[in-house]
């Protein structure tokens, strides 16, 4: 069981920066693959970004390639999502989810078990 608290959401403009983080209350974090999602209003949440247990292996989706990355710091219990020139598209709520699967990277939200609460990340242009 772990429990995940985004943070770091916030108004910006188009090509400005944001650092969400995702602190994990639990003391088995390096357990869990950790993923980023995201839900725009009207829009089914997802994928952005996934981590294996140990930082080894990351995965992104198209849209966010080249401009968004992932890392974590297990002695820390958190993980990040740094995102650069964001974009409008960009805009949602973004949400931290860890995994009980490790040997695979994950990327369907149903296989994640344990959710934060969100974080509103906003674009204007």
């Known amino acids: 069981q772990v429990q995940l608290v985004e943070s770091g959401g916030g108004l910006v403009q188009a090509g400005d920066s944001l650092r969400l983080s995702c602190a994990a209350s639990?003391?088995?974090?390096?357990?869990?693959?950790m993923g980023w999602f995201r839900q725009a209003p009207g829009k089914e949440r997802e994928f952005v970004a996934a981590?294996?247990?140990?930082?080894?292996?990351?995965y992104y989706a198209d849209s966010v390639k080249g401009r968004f990355t992932i890392s974590r710091d297990n002695a820390k219990n958190t993980v990040y999502l740094q995102m650069n020139s964001l974009k409008p598209e960009d805009t949602a709520v973004y949400y931290c989810?860890?995994?009980?699967?490790?040997?695979?990277?994950?990327?369907?939200?149903?296989?994640?078990?344990?959710w934060g609460q969100g974080t509103q990340v906003t674009v204007s242009s």
């Open positions: 981590i294996s247990f140990n930082g080894g292996t990351t």
């Open positions: 989810a860890a995994t009980e699967t490790t040997r695979v990277i994950v990327i369907t939200a149903p296989k994640y078990g344990y």
């Open positions: 639990g003391r088995t974090f390096s357990s869990y693959g």
